[in-house]
């Protein structure tokens, strides 16, 4: 039996599970990343946690295969260093993997969470058996990776798959990409409750909302179960938000022509109330024979992604 190691580095905690030849996990466990640390802490600390994590699975480390490490930010993944990510700045420049590599005595292997996501759904999700995918990330931005023909697409500086910056309004909103009328900007979290706020005001709609709020905050999961719930103004929002989806979808499939589009993310558990109107403006707008054949479906490993992507990319790097 071989197994493999997934690292899924977050800003606050680091999840930390050991997968089996089918993506089942073994055995998982959190740790607080302290992110506050220098870099040789950091890689001392990361090590250590790998180490705690295969004693208490009780796995011989010589049948532990490989281990991937899904990061945030921009990564080179032929060198392993971690390039540049916004909340573990320390680590910037760190050449993360062949340092824990040198610790732990298992090859480690290192891509953006976007692309661990991507290639834990090609291997063990809703991908599995496809060619030619999309996997989208949805929730406080928008993430993505690609895989053409059975190979992960990274481009010439490995950032490819941004699929969240792609322009859907020309003179739309600023985004902190520095341009206007990303995607990202309308269907990512902030945008969807700006827009509720704003209606709220505008169009003085009333709202069961209150029934629904997450801490007394208005989220997109409170706005997507008000919708349900039958609140107008909610269900509103979710249209919309799926428009601007859909637009954004036909401008993937008529350049990328892929089999299938996975989406996952916080913000996809909106499920058809999101992927529904997203569905039929990518109808709306894409080539019909591409269009048709596209298959658009909610991600499958959900909660487990990170740790089963970040695993996926020791499995893809070894295959």
């Known amino acids: 039996m ?14 930390i599970g050991i997968t089996g030849n089918r993506g089942d996990i073994h055995t998982k466990q959190s740790f607080p990343t302290n992110a506050e640390s220098d870099a040789d802490t950091l890689v001392n600390h990361f090590g250590k946690c790998i180490q705690k994590v295969i004693k208490i699975s009780g796995i011989k480390k010589e049948d ?42 298992i090859p480690v292997f290192i891509d953006n969470d976007a692309n661990a996501m991507t290639l834990g759904e090609f291997h063990f999700g809703a ?3 496809y060619k030619n995918i999309i996997a989208m990330t949805v929730g406080t931005g928008i993430g993505g990776g690609l895989i053409f023909n059975g190979q992960l697409y990274r481009g010439s500086t490995f950032s490819a798959g941004e699929l969240g910056h792609i322009t859907i309004e020309s ?5 902190n990409c520095g341009n206007y009328g990303c995607v990202e900007r309308y269907v990512g979290r902030e945008g969807i409750v700006n827009r509720f706020n704003t209606y709220l005001k505008q169009k003085k709609m ?4 209150n029934k629904f709020l997450d801490n ?21 929002v979710m249209k ?4 601007y989806l859909g637009i954004a979808l036909a401008s993937y499939v008529n350049i990328l022509n ?62």
Request: proline fraction near 5%; charge should be positive; include cysteine.
């Open 2 to 15: 071989n197994y493999y190691l997934g690292v899924d580095l977050g800003g606050t905690d680091i999840k």
């Open 64 to 105: 532990i295969k490989g281990v991937g490490i899904g990061s945030p930010g921009l990564v080179n993944p032929e060198t392993g260093q971690v390039k540049y990510v916004v909340n573990i700045q320390t680590l910037n420049d760190c050449y993360l993997a062949p340092a824990i590599e040198k610790i732990i005595g």
């Open 127 to 129: 991908a599995l058996g």
């Open 171 to 175: 003179n739309g909103i600023q985004c």
């Open 206 to 209: 009333k709202s069961t909302i």
């Open 216 to 236: 007394g905050e208005i989220t997109p999961k409170a706005i997507s179960m008000a919708a349900r719930a039958g609140d107008k103004l909610s269900n509103l």
């Open 240 to 243: 919309e938000t799926g428009t």
């Open 258 to 319: 892929p089999e299938i589009i996975v989406i996952g993310g916080g913000i996809a558990n909106a499920g058809d109330l999101l992927l529904k109107p997203a569905k039929k403006e990518m109808m709306k707008r894409a080539y019909p024979l591409p269009a048709r054949k596209v298959k658009i479906v909610r991600a499958k490993l959900r909660n487990d992604a990170g740790i089963i992507g970040s695993a996926s990319i020791a499995v893809n790097s070894l295959k």
